[in-house]
């Protein structure tokens, strides 16, 4: 990871704050603020440290809770007077013992932890390069033999990998109602799910559509429904 340090337009104070994402959805967890110290740190150690203005010295996030922030990414935005800073989190990130520093007015009291994240914006990425191969059909790839062979073919795995996945849940839950080891059965039941997604992914670029409609789709089923009752 390179960044210009010398572009960076620091304060009167020498400091530039400092925004903090989770790479696995996108959150802020946190804002802090840099010197140049801070920044050469986080980048030679790939753990966030920051200046702390109430200490007047260079912190290390996590230091004392082991909590640390592993860098992912850092960029300056286009005045080069802030920082984005992109993270692996080990642990809840705010002293109050929750995810983020932000989560009072999501009606998550101090103290409240909240649920790790899932990663799903991830699947940006593997729709991007689903997408890609649908448009460019590169010749040996899978993905461009399952769009060439139309709905038929496409929706056909989809049935197949529904399948897979219901025989592995089956097999799973018979092993759990038996006392045994899950570990191979519960691994078979992400493994088959994972293929069940990613082979919906191509069916929707093989009709043309695009996953955001069906996000859209389930956001309007979450949203809560209207009031009945009169005005």
């Known amino acids: 990871m390179t960044i210009?340090?010398?572009a960076i337009s620091y304060g009167p104070d020498g400091l530039v704050p400092a925004v903090v994402q989770d790479r696995a959805d996108g959150r802020v967890l946190m804002v802090g603020y840099m010197d140049a110290e801070a920044l050469e740190a986080t980048l030679a150690s790939r753990e966030v440290h920051f200046h702390s203005r109430s200490r007047d010295r260079l912190w290390r996030k996590g230091e004392t809770s082991g909590h640390v922030l592993r860098l992912v990414d850092l960029a300056r935005d286009c005045d080069t007077d802030a920082l984005l800073v992109t993270v692996d989190p080990v642990g809840p990130t705010c002293h109050r013992g929750t995810r983020s520093c932000f989560d009072l007015d999501r009606g998550s009291p101090a103290g409240t932890a909240v649920p790790?994240?899932?990663?799903?914006?991830w699947l940006e990425t593997l729709w991007s390069t689903i997408a890609s191969r649908a448009a460019e059909r590169p010749a040996g790839s899978y993905t461009t033999s399952l769009v060439d062979g139309g709905v038929d073919v496409a929706g056909r795995k989809v049935t197949e990998e529904a399948t897979e996945v219901l025989l592995a849940a089956k097999d799973d839950a018979v092993a759990q109602g038996e006392g045994r080891d899950r570990s191979g059965t519960s691994d078979a039941v992400v493994a088959e799910t994972a293929d069940l997604l990613y082979h919906a992914l191509v069916l929707l670029a093989e009709?043309?559509?695009?996953?955001?409609?069906?996000?859209?789709?389930?956001?309007?089923?979450?949203?809560?429904?209207?009031?009945?009752?009169?005005?």
């Open 207 to 231: 009709r043309d559509l695009a996953p955001s409609e069906v996000i859209e789709v389930l956001r309007d089923r979450h949203a809560p429904a209207p009031s009945s009752g009169t005005p």
């Open 116 to 121: 790790s994240a899932q990663g799903f914006a």
């Open 4 to 6: 210009d340090q010398d």
